[in-house]
């Protein structure tokens, strides 16, 4: 059974930071590419960054240069570094992985930066 649980966000003042966790369980984790993405209320779920089984990197344009994620494999964790945090950042941040064709998705970490 796949699961993957989130955890660290929060409220935060902007400019602030916060790093969000993600552990995973039931696949063979350092092989699979990881995401995350996130969800502002009222707007579609859109990516803000991927990591490679192999460690390659990518991240959407809006966080490039403050969010920094990565991976620990022993731990079956994939981590999100949010730094300079910015108002249009709120959202529900949701970690994602796929197995034979199918998503499997975390419940969310609720990340809220005030101005």
């Known amino acids: 059974q796949v699961q993957l649980v989130e955890s660290g966000g929060g409220l935060v003042q902007a400019g602030g930071s916060l790093r969000l966790s993600c552990v995973v369980s039931g696949i063979i984790f350092s092989i699979n590419d990881m995401t995350w993405y996130r969800q502002a209320p009222g707007k579609q779920r859109e990516l803000v960054a991927v990591?490679?089984?192999?460690?390659?990197?990518n991240y959407a344009d809006s966080v490039k240069g403050r969010f920094t994620i990565s991976r620990d494999n022993n731990k079956k964790t994939v981590y999100l570094q949010m730094n300079s945090l910015k108002p249009e950042d709120t959202g529900d941040y949701y970690c994602?992985?796929?197995?034979?064709?199918?998503?499997?998705w975390g419940q969310g970490t609720q990340v809220t930066v005030s101005s």
């Open positions: 990591i490679t089984g192999g460690g390659r990197t």
């Open positions: 994602q992985t796929s197995l034979k064709g199918y998503n499997y």
